[in-house]
């Protein structure tokens, strides 16, 4: 997408303060476009990213940005996290759409404030109802967790594609262990909560698609009830 800037209002000659800052924006945003900082994948950073004819902020997930087709994203108000931007963002409809599955070929680079002219935001536009992404991925993570805060994960579930219906089958775990949570795994607690799904690591999760998860929660406890817990690999969160 390309904006077209002209001068309003003025005389032939020397640009206004006001005109000189567009043309530097301008020309900020031409640089940015044709030489973008190189995207180093788990580096964590914002990057900018295609959408349509325009480009967007979007902000990796923690921790499952190391991909090198496929990350998880949310795209963001150029201006984040400022209050305004926040508000500004909720009309426009960059605050409710979620994690999403971001191809890294739409990556153009880093993200720098220059491409923010480039944006939805913008020209006061919301985003469009398909963005060429689709839903990223969410989990229950089961943990058995000791006083001191180590432990091991019990159960992993998912791909769940859309976080209400993790949050569900989380709650329906914790009611089920509700009274009786430290006394499932001895000298252990557990407790179901939710998690990011991490692509990387799906061979370990039980998909949770048309079945009891209470089931599966007891298959995975009678499948380690021959594994003394000094067996398994602590981890301290």
């Given at each position: ?139 229950v993570h089961v943990e058995a967790r000791r006083t001191d805060g180590t432990g091991y994960t019990l159960l992993r579930l998912g791909p769940y594609t859309q976080t209400w219906l993790a949050s ?70």
């Amino acid at each position: 997408m390309i904006r077209r800037f002209r001068r309003c209002g003025h005389a032939p000659g020397a640009l206004t303060s006001e005109d000189q800052a567009v043309v530097d924006e301008f020309r900020a945003m031409l640089a940015a476009v044709r030489s973008p900082e190189p995207w180093t994948p788990g580096s964590g950073r914002d990057i900018a990213v295609r959408v349509g004819p325009f480009i967007e902020r979007a902000h990796p997930r923690p921790g499952d940005d190391q991909g090198t087709e496929t990350i998880a994203i949310a795209l963001v108000h150029p201006d984040a996290p400022n209050a305004a931007a926040h508000r500004y963002g909720h009309a426009l409809s960059y605050t409710d759409r979620g994690w999403l599955r971001c191809e890294t070929t739409t990556i153009l680079g880093a993200w720098q404030p220059a491409y923010a002219i480039l944006t939805h935001a913008a020209v006061n536009l919301p985003l469009p109802d398909d963005v060429g992404m689709s839903l990223a991925h969410y989990g229950v993570h089961v943990e058995a967790r000791r006083t001191d805060g180590t432990g091991y994960t019990l159960l992993r579930l998912g791909p769940y594609t859309q976080t209400w219906l993790a949050s569900r089958d989380a709650d329906r775990l914790n009611t089920h262990l509700a009274g009786r949570a430290a006394t499932v795994v001895s000298g252990y607690t557990v407790t179901a909560q939710n998690a990011a799904f991490v692509v990387s690591d799906q061979g370990n999760y039980t998909d949770p698609q048309g079945a009891d998860v209470t089931s599966l929660l007891a298959a995975a406890l009678a499948g380690r009830e021959s594994v003394t817990a000094t067996a398994l690999a602590p981890w301290a969160s």
